[in-house]
Nanobody
Framework: QVQLVESGGGLVQAGGSLRLSCTVSGSGFSINTMGWYRQAPGKQRELVATITSGGSTNYADSVKGRFTISRDNAKNTVYLQMNSLKPDDTAVYYC?????????WGQGTQVTVSS
């Protein structure tokens, strides 16, 4: 059984920074791609950033240059450093990981950016 625990969300003013973390726990897993997605009220869930086990990254155009995804394989943890936050970044942020052939989602963490 694989479980994902997210942390680091909160309320921040525009221009501020937050760092999200997502740690995978359980046994017998082999994590490949890890990523962050977000869903704003009334909108569909969208990709924010992904990182493969080899360290290759991919970002949504809207966050390029502001957000950085990284991972610590020894800790089974993925991070999302968010800088220069904008009110449009307000959403619930979800971690997703690929374990063998199955995807797992975290419970989500709220990020609110005030103007």
């Amino acid at each position: 059984q694989v479980q994902l625990v997210e942390s680091g969300g909160g309320l921040v003013q525009a221009g501020g920074s937050l760092r999200l973390s997502c740690t995978v726990s359980g046994s017998g897993f082999s994590i490949n791609t890890m990523g962050w997605y977000r869903q704003a009220p009334g909108k569909q869930r969208e990709l924010v950033a992904t990182i493969t086990s080899g360290g290759s990254t991919n970002y949504a155009d809207s966050v390029k240059g502001r957000f950085t995804i990284s991972r610590d394989n020894a800790k089974n943890t993925v991070y999302l450093q968010m800088n220069s936050l904008k009110p449009d970044d307000t959403a619930v942020y979800y971690c997703r990981v690929l374990n063998y052939w199955r995807y797992y989602w975290g419970q989500g963490t709220q990020v609110t950016v005030s103007s």
